[in-house]
């Protein structure tokens, strides 16, 4: 019974497509984020949502387009890839804020594996 | 902003001896630290935080950290290493002011030898 669930695992395809990474989390959090991870291991926020609202944007170009039909799902769309958007991309939740604070843990996915040739 | 600082790219350690690994943070009001482990082909898993209150922190699999203020500082501890613990460990901080977002660092790969 998965919390956090990424499609799909492994994703191989040439510069110029467009491509989405779909996540699903069954934990009944209100927030939730997508983190690119290089090949160094380094971990960027790229966006977070709470209820369904943007609430972190990072300095991510504009081909990169996450969507949220609901607090549950947090979906990743890229447009014309490119070679230095091969990364592992990971979805995350965590609770809600509380009083404006989120103080919660996050709950990662296994991991989206991309690769632009 | 928040920033994360680990000095150590690799720590080596053998099985049954003292595991430390070094976190270092920047932030402009209270901190909210984390420590998370990840395994090779997986995702990251939450192992202890520190929100406020004592400044040792247990967590899973026997690890904890101590939160020292004056000198910024969150390290992670186990007295007895194992080789599954063997993993990468990312240190992080919550930074309230900017939309609660959690910036990590840049990772200490911990390899323990039997």
């Known amino acids: 019974d998965t919390a956090v669930s990424q499609t799909p695992k492994y994703l191989v395809t040439q510069m110029g497509n467009d491509k989405s990474i779909k996540c699903e989390q069954n934990?009944?959090?209100?927030?939730m984020y997508w983190y690119k991870q290089d090949s160094k291991k380094f971990l960027k926020i790229m966006f977070s949502y709470n209820n369904k609202e943007l609430i972190i944007n990072e300095t991510v170009p504009n081909r990169f387009s996450p969507k949220s039909p609901d607090k549950a799902h947090l979906n990743l769309h890229i447009n014309s890839l490119e070679l230095g958007d091969s990364a592992v991309y990971f979805c995350a939740s965590s609770p809600g804020l509380a009083g404006g604070v989120n103080t919660g843990e996050l709950f990662f996915g296994e991991g989206s594996r991309l690769t632009v040739l | 902003a928040q920033s994360v600082a680990q000095p150590e790219d690799q720590v080596n350690v053998a099985e049954g001896n003292p595991l430390t690994v070094k976190c270092t943070y920047s932030?402009?009001?209270?901190?909210?630290l984390f420590w998370y482990v990840q395994y090779p082909n997986r995702g990251l898993q939450f192992l202890l935080k520190y929100i406020t209150g004592d400044n040792l922190v247990k967590g899973s699999y026997g690890f904890e950290a101590e939160f020292n203020k004056s000198q910024t500082s969150f390290h992670l501890k186990k007295p007895s290493a194992l080789v599954s613990d063997s993993a990468l460990y990312f240190c992080?901080?919550?930074?309230?002011?900017?939309?609660?977002?959690?910036?990590f660092g840049g990772g200490t790969r911990v390899l323990v030898k039997p």
């Open positions: 992080a901080v919550r930074d309230i002011g900017a939309g609660n977002k959690l910036t």
């Open positions: 934990l009944g959090h209100d927030t």
């Open positions: 932030v402009s009001g209270n901190p909210y």
